[in-house]
């Protein structure tokens, strides 16, 4: 490379909850900068997820961390030619890639659901990936069935 590596920005925590977990989510569901109307969503499917889920013991910040982590991914497939073809090769993700690929995707199926406004669809796909269903965790299955399936290829790793 050329140039030196960017530095990693910090990112200030939350103002409700003091979590840098959660800026990081609202940041990509933040969209045309609109920070504070993203907050705002956030903060609505936790209410929306507290209301619903009243029986159980966990916090709402807890039952969405949760959701999180039943949705992040641990390998995943990478294109790669080798005299010709294509292989998928599985390999591991880093730590910051897993969080990343996690919050997108609940981010991008939250938006495809159906339903009013913004705030129900994320409540709704925060407690369908708790519950280990919905199309986050699909995809997630889908990734590691990919994986499973390419197992063979793991030699050709880069």
């Given at each position: 490379?050329?140039?030196?590596?960017?530095?990693?920005?910090?990112?200030?925590?939350?103002?409700?909850?003091?979590?840098?977990?959660?800026?990081?989510?609202?940041?990509?569901?933040?969209?045309?900068?609109?920070?504070?109307?993203?907050?705002?969503?956030?903060?609505d499917a936790l209410d929306i997820v507290s209301a619903k889920m009243k029986d159980n013991e966990l916090s709402a910040l807890?039952?969405?961390?949760?959701?999180?982590?039943?949705?992040?991914?641990?390998?995943?497939?990478?294109?790669?030619?080798?005299?010709?073809?294509?292989?998928?090769?599985?390999?591991?993700?880093?730590?910051?890639?897993?969080?990343?690929?996690?919050?997108?995707?609940?981010?991008?199926?939250?938006?495809?659901?159906?339903?009013?406004?913004?705030?129900?669809?994320?409540?709704?796909?925060?407690?369908?990936?708790?519950?280990?269903?919905?199309?986050?965790?699909?995809?997630?299955?889908?990734?590691?069935?990919?994986?499973?399936?390419?197992?063979?290829?793991?030699?050709?790793?880069?």
């Amino acid at each position: 490379m050329r140039k030196s590596k960017p530095k990693k920005r910090i990112l200030l925590p939350d103002p409700k909850f003091t979590d840098v977990l959660v800026t990081r989510f609202v940041n990509d569901l933040m969209v045309d900068g609109k920070k504070n109307v993203a907050y705002e969503i956030f903060y609505d499917a936790l209410d929306i997820v507290s209301a619903k889920m009243k029986d159980n013991e966990l916090s709402a910040l807890e039952i969405w961390k949760k959701a999180l982590l039943n949705i992040t991914p641990q390998v995943e497939v990478r294109s790669r030619r080798v005299g010709g073809a294509t292989f998928q090769i599985p390999q591991e993700i880093r730590e910051s890639r897993k969080v990343s690929i996690s919050i997108k995707n609940m981010i991008l199926y939250s938006r495809k659901r159906a339903g009013r406004s913004m705030a129900e669809k994320l409540s709704a796909e925060i407690m369908a990936a708790y519950n280990q269903e919905g199309a986050a965790y699909k995809k997630k299955e889908e990734t590691h069935r990919m994986a499973d399936a390419n197992k063979a290829f793991s030699h050709f790793r880069f």
